[in-house]
């Protein structure tokens, strides 16, 4: 089977390139794209399908070596996922979202798709990531691991105290990585937020590009921004309080506290 959801992906991704680069009114299904908030979305979930396949190449590189990653990461033997099996999850996951997207840009020409409002598709990709994360392993099936990671995560949001194992801290750094995505995410639920309250009435359109509403969301930006560096400082005071050892913990507070400098600069100027 891997094989032949390989063969479909790549028919997928090949119908979106040409869409979007070879028709002669490529123009129009590139506006389509970059139209409200899909390609915030687009862009934000691409990181969905890069890190279970930059994990997949992790695990083949361990098992290959013979690496006791699962010592490591402290997972349960019992239920650690192969590169094989984590392979078909990415190839899942982009079989999804190279459909949705392509259901997006064609929801116009195809007349059956027509009848469906165009934010629907970006939505529901974005809900089907959200509980392929956070959902059950009876919804996601083999994807067992994710407690594990969302016990990390837990640890990682109340530093510095919570523990800061070698887990915690990859996942910590990994937030740090993925800030792009994490406003990208933001942007999608601030466009579903205001057309909650136009809906309800509790809102005007003209409220939309108000001082008030771009100066709080250039604030909440900002704290999307610091946020993962903080927690990442708050790890190495932490790693420093329980062993004493100033390198690498306080050399690595200051990396974190001088980024935070990076993130305010940016904000006000």
Known sequence: WLGVKTTVAVFLAGGILALLFAVHDSDRYWEI????LAYATYRGLALALIIPFLWTIDLAAWQRYRINYVYVFEFNPRKRLTAVQMLDISLNNILVYLANMLTYLLHKDVWILSHVNQNTYPCSLAIFFLVQFFGPSV???????????????????????GRVRFLDSIVADVLTSTVKPMVDVWHVFRYYLFALLLALGAMKKESRNSSFVN???????CLISAFPLWLRFMQCIKGYYSTGEPFPYLANALKYALSHTVVIAGATH
């Open 33 to 36: 794209l970059t139209a409200g």
């Open 139 to 161: 919804v996601v099936g083999k994807w067992r691991d994710n407690k594990v990671i969302i016990r990390s995560l837990q640890q990682v949001l109340i530093a510095p105290f």
């Open 215 to 221: 100066n709080a969301d250039m604030v909440i930006i």
